[in-house]
């Protein structure tokens, strides 16, 4: 079946709706669909494309992952297509020449994928695909019967939110009083919180030295003054006051500093107990700061020189 055109084909934009940020590629594909339950050929089409170059430029577009090699493919035709970048275009493929017919089949054929840029921020804009433009016309060819048109119905518009950019936080840690004399490693969890809210959270893991590096992005649409903490293992909790300014933004280094076995947020006695009571132990423990491989006098040390230090506010 799908030697001949058994009805018209509908062209279809997916996905029907997308959301990114501006400066982010959005990719938008084009798909051939049979309204029958049978596939239906077809030996070329045009599909006509219509969006606000404001919010979106320039128009380009790709084959890669396309059901269908063809034998001539892209803006073809100047009428539409003598600027990409105003607003409008024409994409155009046609079969291969003596080779087989592209088939729409009922659950759609990948023509081509149409990519624009998001320029800026918007709540919504619509990629549409217009009948006509210039005298231009979207439409299927019938595999046989020259000059005949079988498109059944075009798409509805795909609609692009677009947000502000992301935020990209990237950083280094400073383990202090650490030596990494051993097969353990420390993990130190982070979180970027606005208020109580936290708007984003990353763990940096399996560190085993005492300096590692870190990165979080957090959605464009959270801006202003925000606070970055970092915590974990028997590390102080460290805050850093930050301001999100939807771009790229390296805060340097970080020092967390050592001591805090039991987690209370305070370097005090009941650390330096608790190292005392695992002294000796060889297993993998918050005891353990300098991370050797053994609680030994030279943790005592670490803790007793950090003695009183607190979280900081």
């Given at each position: 079946m799908g030697t001949f055109a058994w009805g018209n084909v509908n062209l279809v934009f997916s996905p029907p709706s997308q959301t990114v940020a501006a400066g982010d590629q959005v990719s938008i594909a084009v798909y051939a669909v049979s309204d029958s339950p049978f596939d239906q050929a077809f030996a070329a089409l045009d599909v006509l494309v219509g969006w606000d170059p404001t919010l979106l430029n320039p128009i380009s577009y790709t084959n890669a992952g396309a059901g269908y090699a063809w034998g001539n493919s892209g803006f073809l035709f100047p009428t539409l297509n003598g600027n990409l970048n105003d607003g409008d275009a024409e994409w155009s493929g046609e079969r291969q020449l003596g080779g087989p017919f592209p088939l729409a089949t009922p659950a759609g054929l990948k023509l081509t994928t149409l990519k624009f840029t998001a320029v800026a921020p918007t709540p919504g804009t619509p990629v549409t695909m217009p009948a006509t433009l210039s005298g231009r016309n979207t439409r299927v060819?019938?595999?046989?019967?020259?000059?005949?048109?079988?498109?059944?119905?075009?798409?509805?518009?795909?609609?692009?939110?677009?947000?502000?950019?992301?935020?990209?936080?990237?950083?280094?840690?400073?383990?202090?009083?650490?030596?990494?004399?051993?097969?353990?490693?420390?993990?130190?969890?982070?979180?970027?919180?606005?208020?109580?809210?936290?708007?984003?959270?990353?763990?940096?893991?399996?560190?085993?030295?005492?300096?590692?590096?870190?990165?979080?992005?957090?959605?464009?649409?959270?801006?202003?003054?925000?606070?970055?903490?970092?915590?974990?293992?028997?590390?102080?909790?460290?805050?850093?006051?930050?301001?999100?300014?939807?771009?790229?933004?390296?805060?340097?280094?970080?020092?967390?500093?050592?001591g805090d076995v039991d987690h209370s947020g305070e370097v005090d006695a009941v650390d330096v107990d608790q190292v005392i009571l695992e002294f000796g132990s060889l297993v993998d423990t918050d005891a353990d700061v300098d991370v050797t491989g053994e609680v030994d006098a030279a943790d005592i040390d670490v803790v007793i020189a950090n003695f009183g230090q607190e979280d900081n506010p």
């Open positions: 060819f019938h595999p046989s019967i020259p000059n005949t048109n079988i498109l059944g119905l075009r798409s509805p518009d795909a609609i692009v939110t677009i947000t502000l950019p992301a935020t990209n936080i990237s950083g280094n840690l400073f383990l202090q009083d650490t030596l990494f004399g051993s097969s353990f490693t420390r993990n130190i969890a982070g979180a970027v919180k606005q208020g109580t809210d936290t708007i984003g959270s990353f763990a940096v893991t399996g560190i085993n030295s005492p300096t590692a590096s870190f990165s979080v992005s957090i959605p464009g649409s959270y801006t202003g003054a925000a606070t970055l903490e970092m915590d974990g293992s028997s590390f102080l909790k460290r805050k850093v006051a930050i301001v999100l300014n939807n771009g790229t933004m390296n805060i340097g280094t970080i020092n967390l500093v050592n």
